[in-house]
């Protein structure tokens, strides 16, 4: 493998990473959105 393969490998996982944690984040976000407005 060359090594710039390699180095664009370590930026793709980083981003589906990020996605991830920002689609998890939000989901998190809303549902305690949801729970506050139940009871308060």
């Given at each position: 493998m060359?090594?710039?393969e390699k180095k664009?490998?370590?930026k793709e996982k980083r981003?589906?990473?990020w996605v991830?944690?920002?689609t998890v984040g939000t989901f998190i976000?809303?549902?305690i959105d949801k729970?506050?407005?139940w009871f308060f």
């Open positions: 060359k090594r710039t664009n490998q370590k981003q589906k990473e991830f944690r920002i976000l809303e549902v729970i506050h407005s």
